[in-house]
């Protein structure tokens, strides 16, 4: 498999607290992208990092990549009940290839 | 912002019959693709295309798919003979050429009953 996990699977924090989600790969990559999918609904891009990129902001979103351990990690800072929602990391090889999606990080803010 | 539109939102099929789920990409993307979700499972590739061909499939992706791009708007993606396990939200997406990452549809809930 080119995917490996997230971690982890599920996070409930109190709304105000930072949420960090973690994925790994395991073969290298062009750029790795990060989702959001509310419940039964579709796939919102969030924020694509390319493999010469180190970290990446997006308002309040926080995004790094360390290809030396094929991982990366997505920070949500000063969470609200509204960012409830599942978050996928998705790795593409080829830029404009496939993506290959991870299982998903559960994230429940409690207001 | 530009939107990559599907229909039907919710398809109910009986097992055995054809269906074409469509999708309507963002008009100056060049790429489409088509993935799919099962239930609780993670999202998986199905097709791209580019240049009025399939440029790659998985392996889920068998004699029973086929995808077309009619009339230059839309993409269609059609399930020949459905089976219970095609049950899942099926997604559109579509990429620009300068690449900032895909634009996905908000999905067809399909059910094969």
């Known amino acids: 498999s080119q995917q490996g996990e997230e971690d982890p699977q599920a996070l409930s924090i109190q709304e105000g607290e930072n949420a960090t989600m973690n994925c790994s790969y395991k073969?290298?990559?062009?750029?790795l992208q990060w989702y959001r999918q509310n419940s039964g609904r579709g796939l919102v891009h969030l924020i694509l990092i390319r493999s010469n990129e180190r970290e990446k902001h997006s308002g309040r979103l926080r995004v790094t990549l360390d290809t030396s351990k094929k991982s990366s990690s997505l920070l949500i800072t000063a969470s609200r009940a509204a960012d409830t929602a599942s978050y996928f990391c998705?790795?593409?090889?080829?830029?404009?290839?496939?993506?290959?999606f991870g299982q998903g990080t559960e994230l429940s803010v409690k207001p | 912002e530009p939107e990559v539109t599907q229909t039907p939102s919710h398809q109910v099929t009986q097992m055995g019959q054809e269906v074409i789920l469509r999708c309507v990409p963002i008009?100056?993307?060049?790429?489409f693709y088509w993935y799919r979700q099962i239930l609780g499972q993670k999202v998986e590739f199905l097709v791209s295309?580019?240049?009025?061909?399939?440029?790659?499939k998985s392996e889920i992706f068998d004699d029973q798919f086929s995808v077309e791009r009619p009339d230059g708007s839309n993409f269609t993606l059609k399930i020949r003979s459905t089976k219970l396990e095609d049950s899942a939200m099926y997604f559109c997406?579509?990429?620009?050429?300068?690449?900032?990452?895909?634009?996905f549809g908000s999905g067809t809930r399909l059910t094969v009953v």
């Open positions: 008009s100056n993307h060049l790429y």
């Open positions: 073969t290298s990559i062009n750029n």
């Open positions: 998705a790795t593409d090889y080829n830029q404009g290839g496939k993506l290959i």
């Open positions: 295309f580019y240049n009025n061909e399939i440029s790659e």
């Open positions: 997406a579509s990429i620009a050429t300068g690449f900032y990452g895909y634009t």
